[in-house]
């Protein structure tokens, strides 16, 4: 049986341990890992999927800021290799995104822009964005839903 719960009650050896598993052990040198550095994940927007207990899902959103600007950096989006491609991801995008209040920042995230375009994220407007490591240009997406005014050039790292 799944259940969706907070990500907050969740061991942090069992979320290192999905990490892991999704994304290789080798994970902490992604750029990600650097804009996130020293943050401690957003509770209302990090969830987690239990299948009879066992951590099978994950979501994570993080305070970062471009130039002096707060956002929101999202993911990692992590799921269990044997759970792949069962909507489990997309379900999390869904609740992190139907969590957001109106006083949340826009969200950016380094991702696929053909799987993540679906919830209304593009690189449209970061292409004057500089991360502090290697990233392709067209996987960093921004969500904006709001229309806030946002640096047109500016570098994306932790919040202060």
Known sequence: MMLVTSLSGISEDGLNTLLDDAFGTDRHKRTAYLLRKGMTAIDHL????????????????????????????????????????????????????DAATPQDPPMVLIGDPEYYGRFGFSANDTSGWTLPGPWEPRRLLLRNAAMLELPVQAMLGPAD
């Open 46 to 97: 990090s969830f987690a999927i239990l299948d009879d207990g066992a951590l099978v899902a994950s979501i994570q959103c993080w305070p970062v800021r471009v130039d002096t600007v707060n956002i929101i950096l999202v993911g990692p989006v992590a799921v269990a290799t044997h759970c792949q491609n069962s909507g489990l991801g997309m379900q999390l995008m869904q609740l992190m995104l």
